[in-house]
């Protein structure tokens, strides 16, 4: 089953970018998923349990890391990635 997420991280803090940076380039070190960022969301494609296990460990890890922080998640069935939608 294919799993499509857009996310958007708030750290609690007043130094946000490092965060949502760091964040953002652990989710592309991952080769199985398709990650997409603008300047409002990530969003992320792959196999749903694939999927659901990296989101658990990088949102783990940026807590540890960098402390609190609100994760704003859609979910949706499917692979919604631009290329895989018909026009």
Avoid: W
């Avoid at 398709?34 to 989101?55: A, H």
């Amino acid at each position: 089953m294919k799993l499509s997420v857009e996310i958007s991280m708030y750290p609690l803090k007043d130094e946000y970018i490092p965060a949502i940076q760091n964040f953002i380039d652990r989710l592309n070190q991952h080769p199985q998923l398709r990650v997409i960022t603008n300047t409002m969301s990530t969003q992320v494609f792959g196999d749903y349990d694939q999927l659901m296990d990296v989101l658990k460990q990088e949102m783990r890890a940026s807590y540890e890391q960098f402390g609190r922080a609100i994760f704003v998640c859609k979910f949706i069935d499917g692979d919604l990635a631009p290329e895989n939608q018909d026009v």
